[in-house]
């Protein structure tokens, strides 16, 4: 099992433009969560998808969307991306059944906006 | 309002010495406490759930809900034990997780 996965590692943006993020959650996890990590900043969670509906939400503009697809898998889309979007963003992965909610995380997404 | 605090964004110890990494939070009810630690170049890690009440490499946590703290410890560190290490919490019902803003653990030789 290789974990969760993220696709791509790196993108390079310009203001106004939008992009889609890819996660592949770890293998037999149902719920996956996507969560913004600026420079010297803890995480900070963007939202939750579970059974192909956004469960719960952060902080966030409208500008932030998701997705969860059949396999589990995930993507996360900003629109008219905005030089403070700028971040790490990263997906992790859970088993929403399960009494802890310990989170798996992939290696992130590091996205810039020039 | 639900909130996690690290009070040090820097912690540098020498090898062999004791230490702790505190984490204080807020929340009326019962909350689940974690450690992540962040490895150069490596992804986030869970490192301790305080409902398992383990030891990982050494580090212990206890959760001391009168005093709303839940600091990490380990009694002699060890040069690779120097990372980034983030407190994060679970509230309720609610699975997102809240962070702290990280302590950066430098161990030196």
């Known amino acids: 099992d290789a974990g969760v996965t993220q696709s791509p590692t790196h993108l390079i943006k310009t203001r106004g433009q939008q992009v889609t993020l890819r996660c592949s959650p770890k293998?037999?996890?149902?719920?996956v969560s996507w969560y913004q990590q600026a420079l010297g900043q803890g995480p900070q969670f963007i939202f939750q998808?579970?059974?192909?509906?956004?469960?719960q939400r952060g902080n966030f503009p409208d500008r932030f969307s998701g997705h969860q697809f059949p396999n589990y898998s995930s993507e996360l889309n900003v629109n008219a991306l905005l030089l403070g979007d700028s971040a790490l963003y990263l997906c992790?992965?859970?088993?929403?059944?399960?009494?802890?909610?310990?989170?798996?995380f992939g290696p992130g997404t590091r996205l810039t906006v020039l | 309002a639900q909130r996690v605090t690290q009070p040090e964004k820097l912690l540098s110890v020498f090898k062999g010495a004791p230490v702790e990494l505190k984490c204080n939070y807020s929340?009326?009810?019962?909350?689940?406490l974690f450690w992540y630690v962040q490895y150069s170049r490596q992804r986030l890690q869970l490192l301790l759930r305080?409902?398992?009440?383990?030891s990982i490499k050494g580090f212990t946590a206890d959760l001391n809900k009168g005093e709303t703290s839940f600091h990490l410890k380990k009694p002699f560190a060890q040069e690779e034990d120097s990372a980034m290490y983030y407190c994060?919490?679970?509230?309720?019902?609610?699975?997102?997780?809240?962070w702290g803003l990280g302590t950066s653990l430098a161990v030196n030789p």
């Open positions: 998808y579970y059974e192909e509906e956004e469960r």
């Open positions: 929340y009326s009810g019962s909350p689940e």
């Open positions: 305080h409902i398992s009440r383990e």
């Open positions: 994060a919490l679970s509230a309720g019902n609610n699975r997102k997780l809240i």
């Open positions: 992790a992965s859970s088993l929403l059944l399960l009494a802890s909610n310990e989170q798996f």
């Open positions: 293998s037999g996890h149902d719920t």
